[in-house]
Every structure is written in structure tokens, then in C-alpha cells.
């Protein structure tokens, strides 16, 4: 048997392993998805201490800022957001090939929502109401 036919097995077993791997999808976002409650409460908290920063809206402030990370509460420093927004209502965190919104609603001042968002799919991690 030549070095070609021994390594058609093992080639074999390896995108059998990659086709399950993709499908069980091990992204970072999978992994943001299914955090515990806890998780998301500090992360909104933090976000929250972003927020008086604002206005951070350009693309070169966002990746400075973003590559502060001693000026960043830990939550989100673990992260490693490439880019960072802030407004008076909304913190946008770029993460790899995903975003993580903490944003005022739209209907209900008073209301604040974690959302993740990729591309074709957007989750609600998180919600709270804050006094007006």
C-alpha cells in the first residue's frame, strides 16, 4: 500500500469530523448564545459605564477605543471587540463576525435589550427596565 492509499482513510475521518463540527456550530456567537442570565446582567452593567462616553461614532475611534483595553470594563474586555460605538441610547460591540447591541427600545423608553445579532439571525439575550 502506497503513502496515498493510507492517508485516504484518516483524510476521510477528518471532514467527517469538520462537516460535524460546522454543523454542531462551535462559533464564538454559539457560545455568547448560551451564557447564564448572570452574564448578560454584567455585560448590560458594563455597557452601561460606557455610555456616559458617548459620542463614539467614527470607524477609527471605534477600533482605538475598542483597542483600549485597559480603559474597558472587563465584560467586554474578555470579548475582544474589535470595534466599540456609543451613543446616548445604544453600546454596539463588533465581535469577530457578530454584534452585541445593549440599546434603549424603541416603544418603551424605560426598557434596555441585549441583542446579538450575525448575519440572518438575531437573538434577545437580555432585557431590563431602568427608572426614567
Known amino acids: 500500500m502506497n503513502s496515498r492509499q493510507s492517508l485516504k482513510p484518516i483524510i476521510g475521518t477528518l471532514w467527517i469530523v469538520v462537516a460535524i463540527c460546522v454543523s454542531c456550530d462551535f462559533s464564538d456567537y454559539s457560545h455568547f448564545l448560551h451564557r447564564e ?24 475611534e471605534t477600533r482605538r477605543f475598542a483597542q483600549e483595553t485597559n480603559t474597558l470594563p472587563a465584560t467586554i474586555r474578555e470579548l475582544h471587540p474589535t470595534h466599540i460605538q456609543i451613543t446616548g441610547d445604544a453600546v454596539l460591540l463588533t465581535v469577530g463576525s457578530y454584534f452585541i447591541v445593549w440599546r434603549q427600545s424603541d416603544q418603551d423608553k424605560q426598557l434596555w435589550i441585549l441583542v446579538a445579532y450575525r448575519e440572518g439571525h438575531r437573538q434577545e439575550v437580555y432585557s431590563h427596565k431602568k427608572p426614567a
Open 37 to 60: 442570565k448572570d452574564y448578560y446582567v454584567r455585560l448590560a452593567e458594563d455597557c452601561d459605564t460606557l455610555l456616559p462616553r458617548a459620542p463614539v461614532t467614527t470607524s477609527a
